[in-house]
């Protein structure tokens, strides 16, 4: 099993395969937020990476990104990963301090949308 260490909150071993965004929820307890219920529609769900920042990206996190202009180096959407390996992670977008009521609708245990995995470091056209 895959452990996942968010930082400032703990270390948890995660199921292989399942969404980052459930597993800071399910098994960290975190307040990540997650707007669009994890279809790739905003970043509300960001995470930077600390350690072990997946190779591969769904074309729709890439799409959204670019599109919101997210372009910080380690800064992933968490419903566009999966945890197929050790990671660390850094909350960046919680519901304390966000002003918002609640975290978002649960994101499905399926990727939203269907994905398409492209290298991380190819650039669309």
């Known amino acids: 099993m895959p452990k996942l260490t968010v930082e400032g909150v703990g270390t948890f071993e995660v199921a292989e395969g399942k969404r980052l965004v459930n597993a800071l929820i399910d098994e960290a307890g975190t ?20 350690e072990g920042e997946p190779d591969k990206q769904t074309a729709a996190e890439r799409e959204t990104l670019q ?24 909350l960046i977008s919680r519901l304390e301090g966000s002003g918002r009521k609640d975290q978002g609708g649960r994101p499905s245990d399926e990727m939203q949308p269907e994905p398409q995995w492209v290298s991380k470091s190819e650039q669309s056209s």
């Open 31 to 50: 307040d990540q937020l997650h707007a669009c219920g994890g279809a790739s529609r905003c970043t509300t769900c960001r995470v930077e990476f600390v």
């Open 67 to 90: 599109a919101r202009e997210v372009t910080e180096p380690g800064v992933r959407l968490s419903c566009q990963i999966l945890c197929d390996h050790d990671m660390t992670v850094r």
